[in-house]
């Protein structure tokens, strides 16, 4: 079992930055694979980061260059900073953890954190 807890959403101009972060409930070294995915309204769940145990992230085409994903092991978070938002950033952001065990993949979910880009 792995609970998931986001924080640092909110309400940023366009062009502002935001750190999301997504602290777990267990070591991050014993997650396979960490991520971020996104809803806006209207459209389907969209990932944004994943980062592996290896630590090394891939991002979306629409994020890369301005969404970077980091980790905090001391602290078992996982963290989203991101800079030059635009509107279409606007959505609920999940944080995804993706677990191994005995052969079998298990997913869990945070509650979500709603980031709105708006002037």
């Known amino acids: 079992q792995v609970q998931l807890v986001e924080s640092g959403g909110g309400l940023v101009q366009p062009g502002g930055s935001l750190r999301l972060s997504c602290a777990a409930s267990r070591s991050i070294f014993s997650i396979n694979v960490m991520a971020w995915y996104r809803r806006a309204p209207g459209k389907q769940r969209e990932l944004v980061a994943r980062?592996?145990?290896?630590?090394?992230?891939n991002y979306a085409d629409s994020v890369k260059g301005r969404f970077t994903s980091s980790r905090d092991a001391a602290n078992n978070t996982v963290y989203l900073q991101m800079n030059s938002l635009k509107p279409e950033d606007t959505a609920v952001y999940y944080c995804?953890?993706?677990?191994?065990?005995?052969?079998?993949?298990?997913?869990?979910w945070g509650q979500g954190t709603q980031v709105t880009v708006s002037s």
């Open positions: 995804n953890a993706e677990v191994l065990t005995a052969g079998s993949w298990y997913d869990y």
């Open positions: 980062i592996t145990s290896s630590g090394r992230p």
